[in-house]
């Protein structure tokens, strides 16, 4: 399944299949992305990052794209699990600034 | 190694009353940054601070709410004669040096305003 990141609030993926969760960027000067999840009630737990010189990372079941030319970002998710339902946040990071800017989110449910 | 610790978890204040939310960071780090998230959207950054400094506040409402990080103790995010529309869950992350990229969070605090 794939998410269209802000217009597409809830992805809804088999367990076993892979998950696509997509996000628009909007600062061309933004330098670092990262990835979290937030479960219920949790803060958000760091997944995977990406600086602005890569286009792809490989964590763990996970991947992170990164298309510049088009700001976008990618999270896939490999075999999802019940356990990877969750809020699935990117962040931004402008260069020379602290503060990481993020998405509205999307919604993973996992379906036994 | 312990993680960010906020507490309390859940905070419940009467308008008029004031709400202190205190942060410490995962030892060792020395940067600490506040963001609130309302119901179903993402995290927005209000401030973030060092050892005695505010580095940058432009996320802060002007009125009301205030930041320290204090020498010795946790952070503090004061929010007085609070209003329902400051309800919301309040996340500080923290990381090693200002070029450290990744923060790391805790659990938050939620607080409800009645």
């Known amino acids: 399944g794939e998410s269209v990141g802000l217009h597409l609030p809830t992805l809804s993926v088999q367990e076993g299949d892979n998950s696509i969760i997509n996000c628009a960027y909007s600062n061309s000067a933004s330098d670092y992305f990262i990835w979290y999840k937030q479960e219920s009630g949790k803060g958000p737990q760091f997944i995977i990052d990406?600086?602005?010189?890569?286009d792809k990372r490989q964590g763990q079941r996970v991947t992170v794209l990164l298309n510049k030319t088009v700001k976008h970002l990618s999270l896939q998710i490999a075999a999802t699990q019940p356990g990877d339902s969750a809020v699935y946040f990117c962040a931004e990071r402008a260069y020379n600034f602290n503060k990481f800017y993020f998405g509205s989110g999307t919604k993973l449910n996992v379906k036994p | 190694n312990a993680g960010v610790m906020q507490n309390p978890r859940h905070l419940v204040r009467r308008r008029g009353q004031e709400a202190r939310l205190r942060c410490s960071p995962m030892?060792?780090?020395?940067?600490v940054y506040w963001y609130r998230q309302l119901p179903e959207e993402g995290l927005k950054f209000m401030v973030y601070l060092q050892k005695e400094n505010i580095i940058d506040e432009s996320g802060m409402p002007k009125e009301r709410f205030s930041a320290e990080f204090p020498k010795e103790g946790p952070s503090i995010l004061r929010i007085q004669q609070v209003v329902r529309g400051d309800s919301a869950a309040y996340f500080c992350a923290s990381s090693p040096t200002q070029r450290e990229d990744t923060q790391y969070f805790g659990p938050g605090t939620r607080l409800t305003v009645l």
């Open positions: 030892k060792g780090h020395s940067h």
């Open positions: 990406i600086r602005s010189n890569m």
